[in-house]
């Protein structure tokens, strides 16, 4: 049994100072770490301290190894990752955000990597942050970095920014220290957790996370913690907190490592990211060599919409892959356009675009990379050759929509409000927009689809957007009238009550547009409403009396729930 007095510190030599790389409690191991450290020739020297705490509250530390080695690769192994852009935090709580702590995670990758450690992990522990803190410069370039690129977005002075990280720097340590001389306890449950927060003393939901960490860097690897995070998900006392384990799980996907674990077994890049897609939206099934219950408790968790932050991380990673240069089908470039046309039908959809704005520009930049030899390949251009690899009107406005709320929009929203304009005034028939071979009820879902995104589009005018919207409108509301839809849903010869139940649900599917269309199928509801003695009819049409009571009370909440009065 260990001794909570003593402590053991794993150290190596950089630049001529002994940094600490790890905290054990236990001699053996924190001998055969730092042995394992000195192999991988990445130190010239390493050394464990054994701490001991007296009674006093004094320290005495010992050195009870030391060994130096040859350092096999003196490049810059913790080099910071390449970041364009960082999000400016004016207050302490907004280096806590997402956006920050996403940052932290793409700017300082192979430090977090080679210790297993998340950027929240990182943020609510003293000793963590002391570590990273005592890393040679990474640190200081990491502020540095960070404080260049947020004083040329604010228009603010470098050293204004670099100060007021180190500032931060230095708020957030003390916070992680005051928190760690509680000796806070090591939860394994989740309800264990909110029994330590429920005894306050703490911000709550710091005091959540903090707990949360200490369990969390208890393990060291992506996804022992992944499957922790997992497990408090599963238990009751966590339906009303999971936002945090939400966080934790964001952090986590951050790794590329563990993403490409998670994966398993795929054929090329577009094959991952068509996966992660099918993920983020729980949608997705393992692959082979996947860990399958990890992945399938992911992906529940993902349907369920609980993961919001998480999502957000895995669509980010796809987009960054999707605009960046490395080809979706490396092993087989003839099929790059290919692979690429269905990665492109998977992030376009009928009812709208995953990832909107960001997905929209990521396609861009790859279709303009797969042309490269047709020369240089204009805005224009590229835009066109997208609108020709999309299958159908309906995704090639959506797509337009998607592409006007970008970055690339700023300076060609006229140019894509006369495209947009154009591509819906073109035709009338509902075939010209989807294909024949959709079921009705998608078909008919995909304009509305389009005519809700139609009229959120800012780049054109109010009263253009209605009028295009009406435009959809009249498409849908012509389909209904030619196909006799409401009469296939109406039929004379069933039930009254199974009609009526029938149409009030069509009315609130969604697949119908507030205008024309709508107003078809409320106009039959109300035709029925208004016949005499309805109520009596609807409850002597259902086969088993002893439900006819029931029938008619979801009935009525249906007609409040579609809007009727």
């Known amino acids: 049994m260990s001794n909570p007095r003593v402590s053991f510190e794993v150290q190596v030599l950089e630049d001529k100072n002994w940094v600490v790389t790890q905290f054990m409690a236990d001699e053996g191991q924190a001998k055969a770490f730092a042995e394992s450290l000195l192999q991988k020739g990445n130190h010239a020297a390493v050394r464990v301290v054994k701490d001991w705490q007296r009674l006093d509250g004094s320290h005495s530390e010992t050195v009870v190894l030391e060994k130096t080695g040859e350092v096999k690769n003196q490049g810059p192994d913790l080099a910071l990752g390449a970041i364009s852009d960082a999000p400016i935090c004016r207050e302490l709580g907004d280096f806590y955000l997402p956006e920050a702590r996403q940052t932290i995670g793409r700017l300082v990758r192979k430090y977090l990597d080679e210790l297993q450690v998340t950027p929240s992990e990182l943020l609510h522990s003293g000793a963590e942050l002391k570590r990273f803190g005592d890393k040679g410069n990474l640190l200081f370039s990491a502020i540095d970095r960070v404080a260049t690129l947020q004083a040329a977005a604010a228009g603010e002075e470098s050293k204004a920014r670099r100060d007021f990280l180190s500032k931060a720097w230095d708020d957030i340590l003390a916070r992680a220290r005051a928190f760690a001389a509680k000796k806070p306890p090591l939860c394994k449950t989740f309800a264990e957790i909110m029994a330590e927060v429920a005894k306050g003393g703490e911000h709550a939901g710091y005091a959540t996370q903090s707990l949360m960490a200490v369990r ?265 009238l030619a196909e006799e839809v409401i009469e296939k849903i109406d039929k004379p010869d069933d039930p009254l009550a199974m009609r009526a139940i029938r149409l009030i649900k069509f009315c609130g599917s969604g697949v119908l547009i507030e205008g024309r269309s709508l107003n078809l199928a409320r106009a039959r509801v109300i035709e029925h409403l208004k016949q005499p003695q309805f109520e009596e009819k609807f409850l002597a049409s259902v086969p088993e009396p002893g439900k006819a009571e029931a029938h008619l009370r979801e009935f009525h909440r249906l007609l409040v729930q579609t809007g009727f009065r």
């Open 216 to 480: 969390l860097l208890d393990v060291r690897s992506y996804q022992a913690k992944i499957d922790i995070l997992l497990a408090w998900a599963a238990e009751p006392q966590a339906a009303t907190a999971l936002e945090f384990i939400d966080l934790f799980i964001a952090d986590t996907l951050l790794s590329a490592q563990l993403i490409q674990d998670l994966l398993g077994y795929q054929a090329n890049l577009g094959a991952a990211l068509t996966q992660l897609c099918d993920l983020a939206e729980g949608k997705a099934s393992p692959a082979k060599f996947a860990p399958e219950a990890t992945f399938s408790a992911l992906n529940a968790l993902f349907a369920k919409g609980s993961l919001p932050q998480s999502k957000a991380v895995l669509l980010a990673r796809v987009m960054r892959e999707l605009g960046g240069a490395n080809p979706l089908s490396r092993n087989e470039p003839k099929q790059e356009t290919e692979v690429f046309t269905r990665l492109a039908h998977r992030l376009v959809g009928h009812r709208c675009v995953l990832a909107q704005g960001a997905a929209a520009e990521a396609l861009l930049h790859r279709v303009t990379r797969i042309h490269a030899h047709l020369g240089t390949v204009t805005a224009s251009q590229a835009i066109d050759l997208m609108l020709r690899l999309l299958s159908d009107k309906v995704l090639k406005v959506q797509y337009l929509l998607a592409l006007a709320q970008s970055n690339l929009a700023q300076g060609m929203a006229d140019a894509l409000a006369e495209l947009i304009i154009a591509r819906v005034s073109e035709t009338e028939h509902i075939d010209k927009w989807v294909p024949l071979r959709l079921p009705p009820p998608e078909r008919m879902a995909a304009l509305a689809g389009l005519n809700a995104a139609l009229v959120v589009c800012q780049i054109l005018a109010p009263e253009t957007r209605a009028e295009l919207g009406s435009k959809v409108d009249d498409v849908l509301a012509t389909y209904l």
